[in-house]
């Protein structure tokens, strides 16, 4: 049985000490959740998820990390560095990387193995926009977007990776997918995996994100091919993703 995973992706929002108190509210209230729960945070409160949550039941990653080693990228954080904070996972290829930063599916594939490389969890998001969905393309779309990932790791790694399912008309818009559509799409990109490697696409968690919220999450959760979520509006307010955190169990 895959356990459940609950990601809160912050985005470009927080700061010292309302993430302090979101983390406080979040860790009084956790208690034994029976899923497993990470934040991933701006790079410059990583320090300060790994003071205040080392020892918790939440885990904590980053939102992205360079295509390269190390060297002359100015702006741009490595793999090793976002591990030196102990993170256990970081985002890569999410659609706002994608539409405002030019990220071509090769460039998020390289990054899905420099996080690996350096003992990190992988996130890679796929999905597709609304005009893509309306074109009949969705298959085709999250398809391209995996097999790019999957083309950058070695066959062991695969089992290392999470996916994360986000229709890009889903974020941040209220409109979420229902769990049959989602449930759809999560099916199709396992189906893919397995043709690579059957027992590690049966480990793989496949995460939903797109405006889940607590009132959509259980829903959602109950589909036999969502694993968890990536939460993004509602991982900002510690009720809205502890009672999210509660639906997966
Ligand atoms: P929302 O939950 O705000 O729609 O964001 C989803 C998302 O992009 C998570 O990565």
Request: aromatic share 4%; proline share 3%; with cysteine.
């Amino acid at each position: 049985m895959r356990r459940k995973l609950i990601t809160g992706n912050w985005k470009m929002n927080g700061g010292l000490a309302s993430n302090a108190a979101l983390l406080s509210a979040v860790k009084s209230e956790l208690g034994q959740p029976s899923c497993q729960v990470a934040v991933c945070a701006p790079a410059p409160y990583l320090a300060q998820c790994q003071q205040l949550l080392s020892g918790t039941q939440v885990a904590w990653g980053a939102q992205d990390v360079s295509a390269h080693d190390a060297g002359a990228y100015t702006g741009e954080v490595s793999a090793a560095m976002v591990k030196d904070f102990d993170c256990a996972y970081v985002i890569v290829g999410h659609s706002e990387r994608r539409a405002y930063h030019g990220e071509s599916d090769e460039t998020v594939g390289r990054k899905a193995a420099r996080a690996i490389a350096a003992g990190l969890i992988p996130i890679a998001c796929v999905g597709e926009t609304l005009a893509e969905r309306e074109a009949g393309q969705t298959e085709q779309v999250v398809q391209r977007q995996l097999d790019a990932v999957l083309a950058q790791l070695a066959g062991n790694d695969l089992a290392k990776l999470v996916v994360a399912y986000e229709p890009v008309w889903a974020i941040g818009t209220g409109k979420t997918a229902t769990p049959q559509m989602a449930q759809d799409v999560h099916a199709f990109l396992r189906g893919r995996i397995a043709a690579r490697d059957a027992q590690a696409a049966s480990g793989i968690q496949i995460l939903y994100g797109g405006s889940m919220k607590p009132d959509n999450a259980a829903e959602l959760l109950a589909m036999s091919d969502i694993d968890g979520g990536l939460i993004g509006g509602a991982a900002l307010k510690a009720t809205d993703f502890l009672a999210i955190v509660r639906a997966a169990a």
